[in-house]
C-alpha cells in the first residue's frame, strides 16, 4: 500500500514540469535562458523532462558576455547537443559594436550591466514572448517576491508594485501586444535543492564548481580569477590557490571560494555548513543595498 | 523500467511543508520569522551583516530580526510588508516554504494568495490584547482557503508576565469564536515570545507550566499526508506530447499534474468533456513508467484508444465523476482596484481551462472583522470576500472547493486589462 508522499525534490520536480508545461501551453513563441550555470543546467534538465520523449518546444538562449570561463562554452555546447536542444547565442560584443552600450572603463569594469540590453534586444530579434529564467526566491531579497509568471511592460521592465497575484496553481500569462514575461519554473528552489537535485538526477556539470588549482587575487574580499578581461590593481597580488565557483557568471565578477571539494556529496556537505550566502560572491549584488532590485525594474533577470 | 516514487535516500527525501503567516507591522510576525531562521541556523553571516548595519543606521539598539524578511525598498523605508514574500528554510526533517503576508485589511487579496498554497497557517495573537478584529479575519481566511492545520502563537508572553491565566483566556477566546470554522481541524496553542526566542526553535524557561511543542517542533512533525484528495481521479491535459519522431512515432501523451485520486494502468477513464471512455495503457515520466500516480505528481497518460483530446480536457474515472455545470456558486475574493460588475462579462481559469463567464449575481458579502453577513449592499471591491453566481459560456467540470483544492478553485481575468481580478472558491 502506498502512502502517497512524494519527497521533497519530487514535489519541486512536479511543479517545474507543471510551469514549464504551461508556458509552452499559454506562450506563441518562448525562449529558455541558459547561461552554462548550475541552475540553468537543472532548469534544461526539467524542461527535457517536461516534454520527453519530445523535444523541447522552445530554444535555448545564451547571453554571452564574452568574458566567459572557457570551460562554461565547452560545456555548454556539449550539453545542448546531449538534449537535442536549439541554441541561440546574443553577445554583448554586437551590442558594443552597434553602438548599442558603451563598455564601462576603468580596472573594475565588468559586463553585467550590458547583458540587460543585449538580452532584451536578443527577445525582441527573435520576437520572443515569455523568457524562462533560472531565478531563485532565496536567492536575494527583491526576488522573495517574484512570481511564477512574472510581467513586463512593453519596455521590458518590472514593477514590483504591479504583479498579478498567483493563486494555487492557476497562472494568467494573457499580455497585451508588444508585453512580454519572465518564467522562473525554480522559484521555490533553494541552493541546497539544487545541489542535491544535481546529485540525486546524476547531471553533469562544468569542472568549475569543484576544488581545482587556479590563479587568483583578492579584490575587496572576493577572490577573483586572473583572466584575459581583469585588470590588476597595483595593490593586487596574484597567488595559484584550491578554489571552486559557488555561481558562475561573468568571468570579471563571480568569485571563487577556497574548497577541497571535489565531489557532489562535499559540495552538498560544504552548503550545508556555509555561512555566507552564495550571491555574497558576486560583486554585482554588493554595489549597493538595492542593487539587485534596481537591476530588476530594468530588465536584468 | 519502473520508477519507485516512494525511494529513501535520507537527506534527498524530505517532507515539504508550506505554510503561511499573517500579521500587522506590531504583533511581531518578522521578528517571529526572523527568530524562527536565525534559531534553527537558517540565516548566513552577511545577511546578519546587512541587517547589524541597517539596525544601527535606524537607531535600532538590538539587532532588528523583523529587517531579514522586510524585502522590497519602499517597505523597508515605510517599516511595512505589502506583498506576499516567499521564505525558504530547513532543518534535518523538514523543509519549508513560508508565505509571509501582511496583516492589515486592506492586504486581505495578499493574505488570500498565500493562503491558497498553504498546509499550515501561523496566527499571530498579541499576548496583551487577546483576540481582536485582525485574529478573527487570520481564522476566517484560513477557514475559507481550507487550510486545515493552523498554530495560534499567542506572542509577547514577556510582556505579561509569562501568565498562564493570560493565555488560558486566550485560548478559550478563540475556541468560542472559531468554533463555526469547519475547516480548521487541528488547531494547537503556543505561548511564545518571538523577541526573546521563548518557545520558537527552543523551549522556553520561562514558561515552565507549558508541556505542549515549540512552534518549530510542531512545524516539523505536523501530519500533512491527508492533505490531498486521493479519492476521486482529476486529470487535467496541459498539453499533448507528440514526438513527430521515427522513434517514437505513434507515441501520444496527455501531459498534466494529477490533481486528485490514482492512476493506474489499466483503469477505465472518461474523457470530459467528449464522454468518450478508455483505459490507461500506461503512465509515462522521462525515468521510465510510473505504476501508479496520484497528486501532485507530474506525468504524461498514454490511453489504449485513438481519442482527439486537447489541452482544456480534463481525464477522471468513470465510477466517480466531477460536477458538471454552466452555473456554479462560489465564494470570491475581489483583488482589483476596479469593482465587481454584476452582469460584466470576464475570462475564468480552471485547471487547463479558460473560457467566458458572467457574474450573474452577488448573493451576500462578508464582513470578515465581524464574519456577519451583509445582504443589501451589491457593491464588491478590492479586498472584499462574498458569495457569488456565476454562468460560463459552456459547462465546466468541478468538485467543491472543500472536496479538492485543484478543481474547485478558479480566478477571474478582466477581459481588457488581463489582470487577475478574482480568486474563486466554488460552493
Same mark, same amino acid.
Given at each position: 500500500m502506498s502512502s502517497y508522499r512524494i519527497n521533497h525534490l519530487d514535489q519541486l520536480e512536479s511543479e517545474a514540469l507543471f510551469v514549464l508545461r504551461e508556458v509552452a501551453a499559454q506562450f506563441d513563441n518562448p525562449v529558455m535562458l541558459f547561461s552554462g550555470g548550475k541552475d540553468s543546467i537543472v532548469m534544461a534538465h526539467l524542461a527535457f523532462k517536461a516534454f520527453h520523449p519530445a523535444r523541447l518546444p522552445f530554444p535555448l538562449l545564451h547571453v554571452d558576455t564574452g568574458h566567459n570561463f572557457s570551460e562554461t562554452i565547452e560545456y555548454r555546447d556539449q550539453f545542448v547537443s546531449e538534449i537535442g536542444a536549439r541554441l541561440v547565442i546574443a553577445l554583448v560584443q554586437d551590442s558594443i559594436d552597434r553602438g548599442r552600450v558603451v563598455e564601462e572603463d576603468g580596472p573594475l569594469a565588468s559586463r553585467n550591466s550590458l547583458q540587460t540590453v543585449t538580452l532584451l534586444d536578443a527577445l525582441e530579434d527573435g520576437q520572443y514572448d515569455s523568457a524562462i529564467g533560472g531565478g531563485r526566491r532565496d536567492e536575494e531579497k527583491a526576488r522573495a517576491k517574484e512570481r511564477f509568471f512574472s510581467h513586463r511592460d512593453g519596455f521590458g521592465q518590472w514593477d514590483p508594485k504591479n504583479q498579478r497575484p498567483e493563486l494555487w496553481n492557476i497562472f494568467n500569462g494573457r499580455k497585451n501586444h508588444g508585453e512580454h514575461f519572465r518564467v522562473f519554473p525554480l522559484s521555490n528552489w533553494t541552493e541546497m535543492d539544487i545541489w542535491q537535485y544535481i546529485r540525486r538526477e546524476k547531471i553533469e556539470i562544468p569542472s568549475l564548481y569543484f576544488s581545482h588549482d587556479r590563479e587568483v587575487f583578492e579584490r575587496s574580499g572576493t577572490l577573483i580569477a586572473v583572466s584575459d578581461h581583469v585588470h590588476l590593481q597595483e595593490n593586487e597580488h596574484v597567488k595559484t590557490m584550491r578554489v571552486r565557483f559557488r555561481t558562475i557568471g561573468d568571468a570579471t565578477c563571480t568569485g571563487a571560494i577556497e574548497s577541497e571539494s571535489d565531489t557532489l556529496d562535499q559540495i552538498i556537505a560544504e552548503v550545508a555548513a556555509a555561512?555566507? %550566502? $552564495? +550571491?555574497? %560572491? +558576486? $560583486? #554585482? #549584488? *554588493? *554595489? %549597493? $543595498? %538595492?542593487s539587485m532590485e534596481d537591476r530588476k525594474k530594468e530588465g536584468y533577470f | 523500467m519502473e520508477k519507485d516514487l516512494s525511494q529513501k535516500d535520507n537527506y534527498l527525501d524530505m517532507d515539504l511543508l508550506r505554510f503561511t503567516t499573517a500579521g500587522s507591522v506590531d504583533d511581531g510576525k518578522s521578528t517571529l520569522i526572523g527568530r524562527l531562521l536565525y534559531d534553527s541556523k537558517n540565516i548566513f553571516e552577511d545577511q546578519i551583516k546587512a541587517v547589524e548595519e541597517s539596525s544601527r543606521r535606524r537607531g535600532d539598539d538590538n539587532m532588528n530580526l523583523a529587517l531579514l524578511t522586510d524585502g522590497l525598498k519602499a517597505e523597508r523605508e515605510q517599516g511595512i510588508t505589502i506583498d506576499v514574500a516567499y521564505r525558504y528554510f530547513a532543518t534535518p526533517k523538514r523543509k519549508f516554504i513560508i508565505a509571509d503576508t501582511p496583516g492589515h485589511i486592506q492586504y486581505t487579496r495578499n493574505m488570500v494568495t498565500g493562503a491558497s498554497t498553504a498546509n499550515l497557517a501561523i496566527i499571530l495573537v498579541d499576548a496583551r490584547k487577546g483576540i481582536v478584529e485582525q485574529t478573527c479575519r487570520h481564522a476566517f481566511i484560513a477557514n475559507l482557503l481550507r487550510i486545515q492545520h493552523v498554530i495560534v502563537a499567542i506572542n509577547k508572553m514577556d510582556l505579561v508576565d509569562f501568565s498562564e491565566d493570560a493565555y488560558e483566556e486566550i485560548v478559550e477566546e478563540f475556541k468560542s469564536f472559531s468554533s463555526r470554522l469547519d475547516n480548521l481541524i487541528d488547531v494547537t496553542f503556543i505561548p511564545i515570545s518571538a523577541l526573546h526566542g521563548d518557545n520558537v526553535v527552543d523551549k522556553s524557561e520561562n514558561i515552565d507550566w507549558y508541556s505542549g511543542p515549540t512552534l518549530l517542533y510542531q512545524l516539523e512533525t505536523v501530519y500533512i499526508g491527508s492533505d490531498h484528495n486521493h479519492v476521486k481521479a482529476r486529470f487535467p491535459v496541459q498539453w499533448v506530447i507528440r514526438p513527430h519522431s521515427d522513434e517514437h512515432h505513434d507515441f501520444r501523451g496527455y501531459a498534466g499534474r494529477v490533481a486528485g485520486g490514482v492512476f493506474k494502468p489499466g483503469d477505465e477513464v472518461q474523457v470530459l468533456p467528449s464522454g468518450f471512455t478508455s483505459k490507461i495503457d500506461s503512465i509515462h515520466t522521462a525515468d521510465g513508467k510510473l505504476s501508479e500516480a496520484f497528486a501532485p505528481v507530474s506525468c504524461s497518460i498514454l490511453l489504449e484508444d485513438e481519442i482527439d483530446i486537447s489541452r482544456g480536457d480534463m481525464i477522471v474515472k468513470s465510477n466517480n465523476p466531477p460536477e458538471r455545470s454552466q452555473d456554479i456558486e462560489a465564494m470570491l475574493c475581489w483583488f482589483s482596484d476596479k469593482k465587481m460588475m454584476i452582469r460584466g462579462k470576464y475570462v475564468l481559469r480552471h485547471t487547463s481551462k479558460e473560457i467566458k463567464a458572467i457574474v450573474t449575481d452577488l448573493q451576500y458579502k462578508i464582513n470578515i472583522n465581524t464574519l456577519r453577513k451583509v445582504e443589501d449592499d451589491k457593491e464588491f471591491g478590492l479586498n472584499e470576500i462574498g458569495r457569488a453566481c456565476i454562468r460560463t459560456s459552456s459547462p465546466i467540470f468541478y468538485d467543491s472547493y472543500n472536496d479538492n483544492r485543484n478543481t474547485g478553485s478558479f480566478v477571474l481575468i478582466d477581459e481588457q486589462t488581463n489582470e487577475t481580478v478574482a480568486a474563486g472558491m466554488i460552493s
Open positions: 555561512h555566507q %550566502t $552564495e +550571491r555574497g %560572491t +558576486r $560583486e #554585482d #549584488d *554588493r *554595489r %549597493t $543595498e %538595492t | -
